[in-house]
């Protein structure tokens, strides 16, 4: 006859168990049968799932957060929070737990994104956040954002992205690519991007017509790929601007997009912000 | 000068266990009840746990306690949690209440990795466990964990 072993447990016993886990296995756990669901269920198991920093995060939410349990806090952070009074948005992955970071615009270091003959402030059906920057035109562009490693999760690798729309009156924007830069530690490393999703079509026009001008202004920026934006589930394209891997120790990282030697005109670019999330 | 203080251990069903008194202190729940006094302390009831289960804590003991820097402690460990999922649970138990946390720790770590990335089925089947779920309550919760693919 079939002992049933685990219940000759304590349940506390129990959830010090299912805590060494991960959720997706907590959750399944908890279909099993009503005993290994309290155990599943307790605040034992959720908390350490939960960021470490939870204190100081709760502390930067822009909203009270009401929950009963751990559990319901845990899936509650995994929904978005706003942060930070409303500029920065955080995540939770429901999976592994760890933790992603999405700044505004408004979080963001934009040259001259207070002149209105260059930026428009404005509203996005589409965005997390109340304000999106809209460029109207500009030789120059500078997009920067710094992130601490220490609000990252650690021992692990994260991917910077440059989150945007490509308006449909946009011009100049690609011709000349963008430079695209991570840094942490005085140590930078560059790579280069478009910020238009490849058009097969113009693609070929422009080889035929524009090649040497195109591969004259290649030429001017740093060595690279060359990347384009791809689409993303909510609507918006992302820009890669690199990765960094979270250590231990507490870094600053700075993460940016400039293009400042086409000297060209450009227009069009609605920014979001930059989504700072592990990579797999 | 060595101490060659033995200890009696007598577990649930009666059976007792002569031990060195140094391999018994490796357990806080027994260091406490010694030095807490009372007339008869060389010999000390568990009553959580079995004479099976009780020698293999024995066992768990004399090699971290006379051996504790020795190479192959961590293969001994390894073994020594390769039994059946029963037993495993009779060793959780059993270092939970008699207070060893590496054993506890060891057990744990191991049943935990029995969870990891089974279905609810396969976690039933290992464990002998009776879904006493009602079939409303069943569906209610499969709803809540359709975002967990496997489930």
């Not at chain 1, 891997?245 to 700075?254: L, Q, R, S, T, Y």
């Not at chain 2, 293999?56 to 504790?68: F, T």
Request: net charge negative.
């Amino acid at each position: 006859m079939a002992t049933r072993s685990l219940n000759m447990l304590p349940e506390d016993c129990i959830s010090a168990i299912v805590s060494l886990t991960s959720p997706p296995d907590t959750c399944r756990l908890m279909l099993a049968s009503s005993s290994l669901r309290s155990a599943a269920e307790s605040d034992l198991v959720w908390s350490r799932f939960l960021p470490s920093d939870l204190p100081q995060l709760l502390s930067r939410a822009h909203t009270q957060l009401g929950f009963r349990s751990k559990k319901e806090l845990f899936f509650q952070l995994c929904d978005s929070i706003l942060i930070d009074g409303g500029v920065s948005c955080f995540t939770l992955n429901k999976v592994s737990g760890k933790k992603s970071f999405l700044l505004s615009a408004r979080a963001l270091s934009i040259s001259l994104s207070n002149e209105p003959n260059h930026w428009t402030w404005t509203t996005h059906s589409t965005s997390r956040f109340s304000e999106v920057i809209e460029l109207k035109t500009i030789s120059n562009l500078e997009i920067k954002g710094r992130i601490g490693t220490q609000d990252l999760s650690p021992n692990t690798t994260y991917g910077a992205y440059l989150i945007i729309k490509v308006s449909d009156h946009a011009f100049g924007l690609d011709s000349i690519p963008s430079e695209t830069s991570i840094s942490k530690d005085e140590c930078a490393v560059t790579n280069t991007t478009y910020l238009c999703p490849m058009d097969e079509q113009k693609q070929q026009l422009g080889s035929l017509f524009f090649m040497n001008r195109r591969q004259m202004m290649e030429k001017r920026v740093v060595e690279g790929d060359g990347r384009r934006p791809s689409k993303r589930g909510d609507g918006w394209l992302e820009v890669e601007l690199g990765e960094f891997f979270v250590g231990g120790k507490g870094e600053m990282v700075k993460m940016n997009l400039m293009e400042v030697k086409g000297h060209q005109l450009k227009g069009g670019l609605i920014i979001e912000g930059i989504e700072v999330r592990p990579k797999c | 000068m060595t101490s060659s203080k033995t200890i009696v251990l007598r577990s649930s069903d009666g059976a007792t266990f002569e031990v060195d008194e140094a391999v018994a202190l490796h357990s806080l729940m027994i260091k406490h009840r010694i030095e807490t006094g009372g007339a008869d302390s060389t010999t000390i009831d568990v009553p959580e746990v079995t004479g099976n289960t009780l020698s293999k804590v024995i066992e768990y003991c004399k090699k971290h306690v006379e051996a504790p820097n020795s190479d192959d402690l961590k293969s001994f460990d390894t073994d020594f949690v390769k039994v059946d999922q029963a037993v495993l649970c009779h060793l959780a138990k059993a270092s939970y209440y008699m207070n060893i946390k590496g054993l506890l720790d060891l057990s744990s770590k191991t049943i935990a990795d029995m969870f990891k990335g089974k279905t609810v089925e396969q976690i039933r089947e290992t464990f002998h466990i009776k879904n006493d779920f009602t079939p409303e309550e069943e569906e209610e919760l499969r709803k809540e964990n359709s975002w967990n693919l496997f489930v």
